[in-house]
């Protein structure tokens, strides 16, 4: 029986609360219209996400290249064949390392950010709405932007760097860090939106009480801010680890993966292996992987955050 | 107001002005004739010229593909916030057994990566015809943007007191009525919030429109950007100002509606 259903029945007994005192022996009826209410949302669901993930697990139990009329049952096959595949895990560590960097930066820019931002008194509209810029533009344009910026003899980066000639997406070692440079320019505005919505809602007297006693700058900072945005900081770590995990745009556009496997993670291995080189079943394999990661992280996150909030 | 605490502000001011630099950097590129873009300096054009915009409109597929996103996107936020808004009001207010389960694969479905189920989406979506067209899109982005607009208003209609609806039952209203004269007039600035995060999201959404579009039927803007076509040598100018007409409707959302845009943001993310 589910939570709310045992507070109808609640209401049944102790015609006090609820909407269920005006029409006592409806619960039946309310269920149909409930039912009727979510069911148009469900089967849209169920036909868009719960379908096609249920699909994507058997198409990873296949080897199905369309091609060649290729589509036979090969068990685990696909999965036993990223285990040792060097291409793959290239691919995860491109993942980890671009996640990992790209929400460290974020995360620290971030509270910066909200911090100037909360101290400002005029023009925190014109503040706000020149850093949310770089959260709201599409990631392709993002991506667009950042390819001009990073060009070898007319990008304002080399031009900034004193006229040097650097080959940003094309150097190995420079193209991962110009990936994550871009994306967390992106979606640094994201965390510090979050921050900066918490800090607003501490009450100035904390601090003042906090100076009365005579704590320095610093001080307030690790003992009061920094506690305060503990919990905040744990969303949007989550939100930005999931979407770090699960991206794909700005590296799709802005290097296609390249140079020499140095940008391509996990997504975008998925996505040429499925539309480029056409073998869906070792594509849906990654895809399913992906998933798995996600999902994982998810968990982890939920009960940390769940972990966070008993105390207080 | 003390002249450190101006002086502070204008910093910040300037600082946020820098951010967005690679923007602005990318709008001062769209108007340098074509003779200036490869040569730095000088850092501003000798004279401005439109003549990137004139060879977008003319020459390229980004005024369809400005169509084909306004279209896609508008749908999607119809048909999302149509059937969102019956689910949420029932999962917030009425006993649907499996509620809780229900909450749940709403909530994970949120996180699910595109790249898991563009393959299957791909197959299903040809499977019914609906390969580059509108409808196609509006689908697949629906996967993404019901589940949070369901998310979204659950959390906001149960916050509306339940004894507003109980008056109009006393007044003889029915579930459909309340939903309509009570619930729909209290969560409108809920529902304009979750609209425009879910118009960002498709107006945005690059991976399904690039796999699913076939040709400028369906091809969404930033499609039409990331094909941008150039033979022997990219036209730097051109693409920066597509992507200068791609983001005019975030920058009217970010500057214009920003109150309903962050509502939604801080919405999405801290409600439990």
Known sequence: MTPRASTAERSQSAPTSGHLRFKPASRTPLQFTGLLFVAPALVMLAALTVYPSVWVLWLSLLRRVPVFGVESFVGLANYAFLATDARFWNAARVTLVFTLVSVGLELVLGVLVALALAAQRRGRRVALSLLLLAWALPSVVTAKLFEWLYHPTAGLVNFLLGGRSLNWLGDPGLALPGVILADAWRTMPFVALLCYARLLAIPPEIYEAAQVDGAGRLALFTRITLPILRGVLLIALLFRTLDAVRAFDIMFVLTGGGPAGTTETLTLYAYRTLFQTLQFGLGAAIGVLVFGVVMALAWGFLRALRVEERPA | M????????????????????????????????????????????????????????????????????????????????????????????????????????????TAFPQITTVSPLYLLLRTLGLRDTWAGLVLANTSFALPLIIWLLAGFIREIPEELEEAAFLDGASRVQVLRWVILPLTAPALASAALLTFLMSWNEFLFAYTLSASEASRTVPVAIALFPGVFEVPWGDIAAASILASLPPIAIVVGLQRYLIRGVLAGALRE
Do not use: C
């Open chain 2, 2 to 109: 003390s002249a450190r605490g101006r002086l502070r502000d204008a910093v910040v001011l300037i600082l946020m002005t820098l951010y967005a630099g690679p923007f602005f950097w990318q709008v001062v590129t769209s108007f340098k004739p074509e003779s200036e873009l490869l040569v730095l300096p000088p850092l501003l054009p000798s004279s401005p010229t439109l003549a990137h915009y004139v060879a977008v409109f003319e020459k390229s597929l980004v005024p369809r593909a400005l169509v084909n996103s306004l279209g896609v996107a508008g749908l999607t936020v119809l048909l999302a916030v149509a059937l969102g808004l019956f689910a949420a009001y029932a999962l917030a207010r009425l006993p649907i057994p499996g509620r809780g389960a229900l909450l749940l694969l709403i909530a994970a479905s």
